[in-house]
């Protein structure tokens, strides 16, 4: 099973609403990451976790909160986002964060924000 | 200066054609990616290269790293090929990747 899945594939919310966003893998990968990705754009890292602890965040507000409840699952806790913040929101694992490792990527969840 | 260059931006070619997508990167890498991605659609990894050649199907990636330079060949392209091809690279230990800014390749039958 070489698969992370992303739920859910879309969604709308707005600026007042909290939502998450839940990516999974089996693959016994110990590094997770989120990245967003705007139109025409190149994916921007904003988390890595590895061996389920937070060991990156690229200056993300805090309107995005991660979580990593298992070595299997990686959350992200939305609240109180801005217009600016809808795109493609994908999900990544790796065997181990320091590599060279393969990343294997989510479907992505396509948020809009109202 | 982008760490990592793509070329070209845009390609559109008949099916059938040989493709060549060219990557150059300007620091010490451990290792480079190339991606697959479809509209609208999640990334797939085609290849994680640290030197030499590797094939999967139709595809073939290539690693020169003295020159640093990689290329991503699709022979016998198929509109079903048509993606945007991201060149990423591994910096040393770093636990990121860097990318380039895709190829968009579209594939006329």
């Known amino acids: 099973d070489t698969e992370v899945t992303q739920t859910p594939k879309h969604l709308v919310m707005g600026m007042t609403n909290k939502k998450s966003l839940k990516c999974e893998q089996h693959?016994?990968?110990?590094?997770m990451y989120w990245y967003k990705q705007k139109a025409k754009k190149p994916p921007e890292l904003m988390f890595v976790?590895?061996?389920?602890?937070?060991?990156i965040n690229e200056s993300v507000p805090s309107r995005f909160s991660p979580e990593c409840p298992n070595s299997s699952l990686l959350n992200l806790h939305l609240h109180a986002l801005q217009p600016e913040d809808s795109a493609l929101y994908l999900c990544?694992?790796?065997?181990?964060?320091?590599?060279?490792?393969?990343?294997?990527f989510g479907p992505g969840t396509r948020l809009t924000v109202t | 200066k982008n760490e990592v260059e793509q070329s070209p931006q845009n390609l559109t070619a008949q099916e059938g054609e040989f493709i060549t997508i060219n990557c150059s990167y300007s620091?010490?890498?451990?290792?480079l990616h190339w991606l697959q991605q479809h509209p609208g659609g999640g990334i797939v990894s085609l290849f994680m290269?640290?030197?030499g050649k590797k094939k999967h199907g139709r595809l073939i990636a290539t690693i020169n790293i003295q020159e640093k330079h990689s290329s991503l060949h699709i022979t016998a392209s198929h509109p079903r090929d048509s993606a945007v091809y991201i060149c990423?690279?591994?910096?040393?230990?770093?636990?990121?990747?860097?990318f380039g800014s895709g190829t968009q390749l579209t594939v006329l039958p």
């Open positions: 976790y590895s061996y389920e602890k937070l060991s």
């Open positions: 990544a694992s790796s065997q181990g964060s320091l590599g060279p490792y393969e990343q294997y």
């Open positions: 693959m016994g990968h110990r590094a």
């Open positions: 620091v010490g890498i451990s290792a």
């Open positions: 290269l640290s030197s």
């Open positions: 990423a690279v591994l910096v040393g230990s770093a636990r990121q990747l860097t």
